[in-house]
């Protein structure tokens, strides 16, 4: 059974699809209503680096759900530490689980699982690869905000090159037609091979080193963390991230209904005063992510979602 | 100058594979590709930059006593897409053969991204590349999405 690797795997109708499940599922997230569609199911959990949101609300997600979850642990103590592959990781946990949510550092790592494997995989990063199950709460967040997610004018902000989160986002944005801006030093522009994609599905894409400059404009601005380690020297990442920094001043002129998100964690690139705007959207958006795995994995899994849940959806 | 002139620039041979149509300075690579080395005991003639009526220039290579087959000739859709192949029997040709570029190339090189998967010797799984376009040729790796930069590809044949 396919998995989720990339957002090419799922057409149009099957996000729209899944965010509508994903809504019906909130009262399950909310644990206002007790749903165990997933009962008798078990979730590996294969993060190969550190998550905490990721890892974590996908274990939310099961166990609202009535299923199980088991845990690769720490890297340092498994036996990839040993020297073990990935191919023989996947055949023992295939055979372990029904579904598998996996991060790894390398990159096609989780095309590479999936090749390997017979349940679905679901990735949750593969170097600076994709991370479609993120794409999917970013979607339903939008969607939340906004009540479509088509013709929309969004900016993805930072670091655009290792980013991952946006390099899946970009694709299923374009797809809805939204308007692109992407805004980052040039050292950490959108790789070309994306950008050409983008432009090879008749996309609206401008490439900028000002953030500032369309803010008004903008119904989503999408933040993402310029990492120092990315810097040759310690200067030039202050100079550099200094002009991607959003302050509540910066606000002034944005539309009453502008979001602004943030995969997290943030360092100095939200300043706390974004917080208490109407603007500031990136701790729904961490929610969200429960819900919208809980719908993906009900989907991979073939689980079908009821259409009346009840408690209060 | 013509075909015949160019061909009679080394010795025609008994036994063996004439490449012919190798985009001109390629040549070399074409020997790396097919492994064709240092330590390869068989007798090898190439000829480098000739003329030629289709392609202006080009370099051909005769290898003798051996016979490329469809699989090693494949290899060569990486830096010799058109090149003609002619298995020589007896000082004739006894078959012609055409490179054939499928939608993939599978197992010939190992992708050019540091921080591929397929990075991994021990990684078991077929190196796979995907076509995106003929001319010019475009290549992305299956599992990480990178695009392949066709000079440095010919350091990563299996």
Known sequence: MPGLITMDDLSNEEILSILDDAQRLLPVAEGKTYLPLLQGKILGNLFFEPSTRTRMSFETAMKRLGGDVVNLGDVKTSSVVKGETLFDTIQMVDGYTDIIAMRHPRQGAAQYAQDAARVPILNGGDGAGHHPTQTMLDLFTIQQAHGRLDGLKVILAGDLRYGRTVHSLSHALTRFGCELILASPSLLKMPPEIVADLNAHGANVTETEDLLGSIETADVVYMTRIQKERFADEDEYAKVAGAYKLHASNLDGAKEDMIIMHPLPRVDEIHPSVDQTRHARYFEQAFNGVVARMALLCRLLDVEVPADIGGGA | ?158
């Open chain 2, 1 to 158: 100058m013509s075909q015949e002139h160019n061909m009679r620039r080394v010795t025609a041979i008994r036994n063996g594979t004439v490449i012919d149509h190798i985009p001109a300075g390629h040549g070399m690579r074409v020997l790396e590709m097919l492994g064709i080395n240092k330590r390869s005991s068989v007798p090898v003639s190439m000829v480098m930059n000739v003329p030629s009526k289709k392609m202006g220039t080009k370099d051909i290579i005769k290898v003798e006593d051996r016979e490329l087959t469809q699989d090693e000739l494949n290899r060569l859709a990486l830096v010799a897409p058109d090149a003609h192949v002619a298995i020589i029997r007896a000082y004739s040709v006894a078959e012609k053969l055409t490179i054939e570029l499928g939608d993939e190339i599978v197992n010939v090189v190992r992708c050019t991204f540091s921080n591929c998967i397929t990075t991994n010797p021990r990684e078991p799984l077929a190196h796979r590349l995907k076509i995106l376009s003929r001319v010019p040729l475009e290549l992305r790796c299956h599992y990480c999405g990178r695009p392949q930069d066709l000079d440095e590809l010919v350091n990563n044949v299996l």
